[in-house]
């Protein structure tokens, strides 16, 4: 959407954005700066746009839905995991840096490989219900669901893998196979969901050890910056519990 | 030359393409799925307001059955859909919604008892059953008979692509992210994959397979105005259009949605309006009745954005610094219901506009929305044209949603056109075992073409922009083929495209590489989605009559006895600037709902000489019958040997169970 500019005096923003494109042989990180004059209403998907079409058509990064649901633009924003598209420039100062996440295979700029993450991880943690029966008639009415539990599943359901909560945590900087509180929420989503089969002493297998709910040291570098505002405090808690005492059984 | 090797080649990995590969492969053939983003990224996601299918478990949805969700479809399509695809749809759609349940979507589910909602303005007690409790729950959406909308809070595509890409993960299939099919390798007459292009690396390969399936999405960023995502440009309708055989249908068909935020175009889900939201002018005055008395803000929503412009140019639109726009007002449903079942509207609001709609009123105005028209198919999926083509959800002409489709029938078809679809692909891989082998040659050939023409991208010479190419694209799709249409600005338009489409091929780069480059990317897409924008807007030009969506001034009505009939736009030679026209005819002879009023809009149509004929056939059939349902419809338009058999077969309700022993045959699916 382009804004026509009002006869106002705009600031002039200037974005510092860490640029390297690691496919190129010859290529070193560097940071560039682009100037460009603020609009009203003007979010960092608008501007990196104009950037991009004014400015510098080679710059890298990712945009979908730009209404802040898909999880493909999370990036450093002044050293904050956070959703570009909605962002604002009008709640930044005039100086604007942007860098890609950490932790993710860096493709170019601003983007990052966060699909090819979070899909080893759902493998990983076999993010998916687990059916209890083969053969399911369809034909039939659904099996009833509590409404309050289908809301509570849902609440954690909300994750869009942006992969912000991975990138803001210490332990996943440090331990390349850490599952993140991306999957640890994950686990603890389908561990409600009474659909799944599954059983405390499966989920011990897939997140009782240091790469899972024991490599978490509660920082919670994950909670503050979940643009989803996923209880993920309560949730890493309330699993450490159960999984110790899942340990503890034996 | 790489070369990948799959039974199935699926273009796209959202709800459609998913639920299609699971199907393939579920029956023994390998699928690889590809796609732009990482699956779930995928424009479903982005579906808030639910999913129709006919559960009648809510109190207002009782008395609900295939039958009015039939009727539905049909009058909201304006009699432009294929109705037996829409009864292979509307029998299919409840058996999704419960395969999803089982698969883990977080349905809402009805709580028994009292309940206070909000209907036409007023507070309403509505009484759940007993029988009802825990059971997925229903809302009220435009152009329904019914309370018909299954949803998961406001995240219901959220949950749904979550569910169903899961299901590929533990079925191990294969996506191949960020990978952008270019062409599709075909001899005129048998499909065999496609030519795809890295978007990491640049590198071009060939994806060899038995059946291909297009399932990319909508084209609504041919449009400045949309409420789809950045990816959804209609490469896949470009794909099958390049061809030169397979078809598109319908392309004029675009849907505009009442409430984009103004002037974003993100939208606000048609949820607000089904939970009792109302449109309101510059004098806060509630319009909506004025124009429908009937079904008010929930007429469909070809009616309802219609309804808007025309009140704007009334001058009752409300001026802001960036142009007019009319109110959405939910904060009548108070604050709970807002965070707690439209929360994502709440978010929306907040980030991108500042309002808090708990108290203040949102700024709205008609976005496009939706792309009926596609790649043409039989009623199994395949082109009619070029076999071994296939292609599912928004992106395909099936054609169940003619020239408007209802708000929450498109997430419903996804799902429910893969499962079908999905069986058809694996059927004609059995069948095609043993046929003669992939033309290598050919694929080397198509490979050459498209390394050509990114290669003549990067030599000097060309002095055209694409994003500026691009942009005036979009303006002029939104400035005259738009929703009040007439035949000057469609010529206008016509023409203009048809220059810009000789421009784009003259483009320059100003960072000229083959490997990861944005601006190559502009480069080759803005070529493809010009051509795509000269099928909606000719069709549009040619179509000299109003239906649906399609809304001419010049014609308002719509005219039965000349255009009850489907567009199919070819594209002959990479010469041409225009698409080739041609039509199918809608045969009244075998509607089970001939053409008549659709109870809101305008009223007078001009009938199709057929029309009474059938109409009196159709009563006489009805009244042999009366009392049985089943037996109506069977006798009116079979249509159950179009299905895959474990899709035939009734669906229970609390209001129609099966009794113990006559549960009908097939019907069940492995996990
Ligand atoms: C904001 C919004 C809200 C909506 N809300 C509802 C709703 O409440 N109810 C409802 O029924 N409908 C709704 N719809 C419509 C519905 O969401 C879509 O029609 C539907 O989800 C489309 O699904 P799909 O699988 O056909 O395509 P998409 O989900 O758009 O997926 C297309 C896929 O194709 C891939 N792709 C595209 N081109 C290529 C290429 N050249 N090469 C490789 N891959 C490619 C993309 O990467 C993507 O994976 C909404 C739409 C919008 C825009
Ligand atoms: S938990 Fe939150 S921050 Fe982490 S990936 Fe999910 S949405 Fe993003
Ligand atoms: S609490 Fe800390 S260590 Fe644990 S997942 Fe969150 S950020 Fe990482
Ligand atoms: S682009 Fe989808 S969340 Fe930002």
């Not at chain 1, 509590?146 to 893998?161: H, K, M, N, Q």
């Not at chain 2, 499962?419 to 050919?442: K, Q, R």
């Not at chain 2, 691009?470 to 338009?493: H, P, S, W, Y």
């Not at chain 2, 000299?544 to 809304?551: D, I, P, V």
Request: hydrophobic share 40%; charged share 25%; net charge neutral.
């Amino acid at each position: 959407m382009t804004m026509n500019a009002t006869p106002r005096n705009h600031r002039k923003l200037r974005f510092h954005i860490l640029r390297y494109n690691p496919a190129k042989a010859d290529d070193t990180p560097r940071v560039q700066v682009y100037e460009l004059e603020e609009a009203p209403g003007m979010t960092l998907f608008i501007a990196l746009t104009e950037i991009r079409e004014k400015l510098d058509p080679s710059l890298q990064f990712d945009f979908v839905c730009r209404a802040g649901i898909c999880g493909s633009c999370g990036m450093m924003i002044n050293g904050r995991p956070s959703l570009a598209c909605r962002s604002v420039t009008q709640s930044f100062p005039e100086d604007i840096w942007l860098a890609p996440l950490p932790v993710f295979e860096l493709i170019g700029d601003l983007s990052v490989n966060t699909g090819k993450w979070m899909r080893g991880m759902s493998e990983k943690l076999e993010t998916w219900v687990h059916l209890q029966q083969e053969k399911l008639d369809f034909t039939r009415i659904e099996k009833p669901m509590d409404p309050a539990l289908a809301e509570e599943v849902y609440e954690l359901d909300r994750c869009i893998e942006c992969g912000c909560c991975v990138a803001g945590c210490g332990t996943a900087r440090m331990r390349e196979d850490f599952v993140g509180a991306v999957g640890l929420n994950k686990i603890a989503r389908f561990r409600l969901d009474p659909r799944d089969a599954r059983t405390d002493e499966d989920f011990y297998e897939l997140v009782g050890d240091d790469n899972g709910v024991f490599g978490c040291m509660s920082l919670l570098g994950c909670h503050d910056v979940c643009p989803k505002q996923l209880p993920l405090q309560t949730q890493i808690a309330f699993l450490r519990r159960k999984m110790v005492a899942q340990g503890t059984k034996g | 030359m790489k070369i990948v090797h799959t039974d199935v080649l699926v273009i796209g990995g959202g709800l459609a393409g998913l639920r299609l590969a699971i199907g393939a492969k579920r029956r023994g053939h390998d699928a690889i799925i590809l796609s732009l983003v990482p699956a779930k990224r995928s424009h479903s996601k982005a579906a808030q307001g639910g999913m129709q299918a006919s559960l009648g478990n809510v109190a207002k949805g009782q008395g609900d059955n295939e039958d009015v969700h039939f009727e539905d479809t049909v009058r909201g399509s304006d009699w432009g859909a294929d109705q037996e695809v829409v009864r292979m749809f509307v029998n299919t759609a409840p058996k999704a919604v419960r395969e999803l349940a089982a698969w883990g979507v977080p349905w809402s589910r009805v709580r028994k008892g009292d309940r206070t909602v909000i209907i036409n303005g007023q507070k309403v007690t509505i009484t759940e059953r007993d029988e009802a409790q825990g059971l997925v729950a229903q809302r009220d959406f435009g152009g329904t008979k019914k309370w018909r909308t299954c949803y998961a809070a406001d995240g219901t595509g959220h949950a749904m692509i979550n569910a169903v890409a899961d299901q590929a993960i533990a079925d191990s299939i294969p996506v191949h992210e960020r990978m952008e099919a270019l062409a599709l390798i075909h001899d005129g007459n048998r499909c065999y994959g496609a030519v795809v292009r890295d978007l990491v690396s640049g590198e071009l390969s060939a994806y060899v397979a038995t059946a291909t399936a297009v399932c990319t999405g909508g084209a609504g960023r041919v449009y400045r105005t949309t409420t789809n995502a950045v990816i959804c440009e209609g490469i896949g309708h470009a794909l099958a259009l390049e061809t030169g055989v397979s078809a598109l249908g319908n392309m004029e068909a675009i849907q505009f949605h009442p409430t984009g935020i103004f002037p974003a175009g993100i939208l606000v889900t048609e949820g607000c309006r089904g939970d009792g939201g109302l449109l309101k002018d510059v004098d806060g005055h509630r319009f909506m009745p004025d124009y429908e008395p009937e079904k008010k803000e929930l007429a469909s929503r070809d009616v309802v954005s219609r309804r808007m412009e025309e009140h704007i140019k009334k001058g009752k639109g409300h001026q802001s610094r960036f142009g007019t726009h009319l109110w959405l007002d939910i904060t009548l449903l108070g604050e709970k219901h807002i965070h707690t079942n439209l929360r994502e509207v709440w978010d929306i609001c907040h980030y991108f506009l500042g309002v808090d709609p708990v108290k203040e009123m949102i700024p709205v105005r008609p976005a496009q929305h939706y792309t009926m028209g596609g790649v043409r198919t039989d009623a199994s999926g395949q082109s009619a044209t070029l076999k071994g083509l296939f292609s599912a959800g928004e992106a395909s002409c099936w054609d169940m949603h003619g020239f408007n489709r209802l708000g929450g029938n498109s997430v419903a078809e996804t799902v429910v056109a893969g499962m079908i679809v999905g069986e058809s692909v694996a059927d004609y891989c059995d069948a095609i075992a043993n046929a003669p082998t992939v033309p290598m040659g050919l694929v080397r050939e198509f490979v050459e073409r498209e390394q050509a023409k990114l290669a003549a991208f990067t030599k000097a010479g060309g002095k055209e922009d694409a994003s500026v190419i691009k942009g005036e694209m979009q303006d002029l799709m939104t400035a005259k083929v738009g929703i009040f249409r007439t035949g000057a600005d469609l010529e206008e338009a016509v023409d203009k495209l048809q220059k810009l489409l000789v421009r784009s091929r003259s483009i320059g780069l100003r960072s000229p590489t083959l490997g990861a480059n944005p601006e190559l990317v502009t480069a080759y897409r803005v070529q493809r989605m010009l051509k795509v924008a000269l099928t909606v807007a000719y069709g549009a030009c040619v179509r000299t009559e109003s239906r649906g969506a399609h809304f001419r001034q010049d014609y308002p009505q719509r005219n039965d006895a000349e255009w009850l009939k489907r567009t199919l736009a070819t594209w002959k030679g990479d010469a041409d600037t225009l698409p080739t026209l041609a039509y199918e005819a809608l045969d009244v002879g075998r509607m089970e709902l001939p053409p008549g009023w659709r109870g809101y809009g305008a009223k007078d149509y001009i009938d199709h000489p057929d029309t009474p004929a059938r109409q009196s056939a159709v009563e006489a059939i009805r009244a042999q019958h009366a009392g049985d349902r089943f037996a109506t419809q069977a006798a009116l338009m079979p249509y159950e040997h179009l299905l895959p058999e474990y899709l035939r077969g009734r669906n229970e309700r609390i209001d129609e169970r099966f009794a113990d022993g006559d549960r009908p045959a097939a019907a069940t699916t492995g996990q």
